[in-house]
């Protein structure tokens, strides 16, 4: 049992330097942005908001917001995924189980899903931490496109260019 620090030490930072190589923190305030730029435009009433880009690692966290109901895509992925409903709620078709505000939910490798916001919902924004890819499909499971870190990191700066923010204005999610 270690014996406890005293009192005068308990706000001292740690006192030796962290490794050269490590990257440094990512603090997205507010991640829910005012700026309407910053939300990078996926399809018609859907768009996302990059929070960690981690192309060293093959993962992005982001925002997604949807504006309309009905289906959204229809989906699949080969890593697990997390997320967390902040406003509204969805589900996915092949499920029972509706995801509302405060719902984490765990999507495990491999499954294919499809996702729906039913029509009561005016905007849903979930937090995603999607690894690997995202592989889009028809119902019978015939590709039909892909997202990856990669594509995402290229959505943003051609949208955030575009907007007047830069393409470089991406790089603060990016490691």
Known sequence: MSSPMPADSR?????????????????????????????????????????????????????????KSGVLSRHRHPAPVHGMVLKGKWRYLEHDWIAEQGSYVFEPPGETHTLYVPEEVDEMITYFHITGVMFYCDPWGKF????????????????????????????????
């Not at 594509?151 to 991406?170: F, I, P, Q």
């Open 11 to 67: 706000m001292q930072p740690y006192q030796f330097p962290n490794p050269k190589e490590a990257p440094l923190e990512i603090v997205v305030n507010p991640a829910i942005p005012e700026d309407e730029r910053i939300w990078v435009p996926q399809a018609e009433n859907v768009w996302f908001r990059p929070l960690c880009l981690n192309v060293s690692q093959g993962y992005w966290t982001n925002l997604l917001r949807v504006r």
């Open 144 to 175: 039909e496109g892909y997202e990856d870190v990669f594509t995402k990191l290229d959505m943003c700066r051609k949208h955030y260019e575009a907007v007047g923010l830069g393409s470089d204005y991406v790089d603060r999610f990016v490691r």
